[in-house]
């Protein structure tokens, strides 16, 4: 009776040690969720790996930048592709905290089969490393891309950045520094590809709203630390430094050419993406959305894009490439 008196009192405190520390400090729950989103990541990519083209080739981790650690890519090439078809460079997702190139591996060669070069990236995750950072690895990998377009096979004249999650918004946040030099200056970083080529951005469930996310209760803990994570700053919404962040109050009508998706029953649908949207549609930007009504069944999670169960998805990826293959 003794031993289980002192047990209960060692986790009670224990429970109150880890009650008191997550509520001066977001590093509990940014560690907690980077494990849980890891393991769903790598399980839907398993997942995906029957559906993978046998002809697929991949020329993996190429050091794109020696500025930072974690600056490698991986190309998925198809068995044949034409010289004219866009090259697509994919941002993993992961709440600006976690993922990388090979959690999205399956489903980047899966697109990589209907005949396009794919290109995934890593880039370093928050909270050890902060904004601007994944935003400027981004630049340094479409500059070496560009530099080794003819030696890795590519066409450096048809680029396309894509993203889901976190990595819709940093491929946002770079599409727009691309092509607005004075918004390029507010991050700050050098845009290393021309407009010209950066012909269109799809983006799956992305944050652009940064600003309009709830912040309070469960769901704005979790919002809190996902922004804490990725500015380093409590108050990220109101930090200057990362005021350029809010691409959505930033977009103008020289955005790129625009496929936009998201589920129904995503927290990041109606305060985000489906505003980012809205706008892009009244700023006359050539936007391709698929979006599902509240009241749609099934009700689609977020990165519903990567689960085949759902049919959704494939119709996802069918409008991915009759949107790639109109450029």
Not at 118 to 142: F, N, R, S
Not at 171 to 178: D, E, K, P, R, S
Request: proline fraction near 6%; charge should be neutral.
């Amino acid at each position: 009776m003794k031993y289980v008196k002192i047990l209960a009192i060692t986790l009670a405190s224990l429970l109150l040690v880890i009650t008191i520390w997550c509520s001066v400090s977001y590093w509990p729950a940014a560690m907690l969720l980077r494990w849980v989103f890891n393991k769903e990541a790598i399980k839907t990519n398993e997942a995906l790996l029957p559906l993978v083209p046998p002809t697929v080739k991949s020329t993996t981790n190429l050091v794109y930048t020696t500025a930072f650690p974690e600056s490698k890519l991986t190309i998925h090439y198809p068995e044949k592709y034409s010289a004219n078809a866009a090259t697509v460079v994919w941002i993993h997702g992961g709440g600006f905290l976690s993922g990388s190139k090979e959690q999205v591996e399956n489903y980047c060669k899966i697109l990589s089969g209907k005949g396009f070069v794919v290109a995934a990236i890593d880039y370093l995750v928050g909270p050890e490393h902060h904004y601007p950072t994944p935003i400027l690895q981004t630049m340094a990998a479409l500059e070496y891309l560009i530099k080794n377009a003819e030696k890795l096979g590519i066409n450096k004249q048809k680029l396309v950045l894509a993203g889901d999650s976190g990595g819709a918004h940093i491929t946002a946040q770079v599409a727009l520094a691309a092509y607005d030099t004075a918004y390029a200056a507010t991050i700050p970083v050098v845009h290393t590809v021309d407009s010209s080529q950066l012909k269109a951005v799809v983006l799956h469930c992305g944050p652009h709203h940064v600003k309009n996310l709830p912040l309070s209760g469960v769901k704005g803990y979790l919002f809190n630390t996902f922004l804490w994570s990725y500015s380093g700053s409590r108050q990220a919404t109101v930090e200057p430094s990362f005021e350029s962040a809010s691409v959505y109050h930033a977009v103008g009508n020289q955005f790129p050419k625009t496929l936009l998706t998201v589920g129904n029953a995503d927290p990041l649908a109606g305060e985000s993406s489906v505003q980012m949207s809205q706008k892009l549609i009244q700023l006359n930007v050539p936007t391709t959305t698929v979006l599902f009504d509240k009241s749609y069944e099934p009700k689609l999670p977020h990165e519903f894009q990567f689960n085949f169960t759902f049919k959704e998805s494939q119709l996802v990826l069918e409008k991915t490439v009759e949107f790639l293959e109109q450029l």
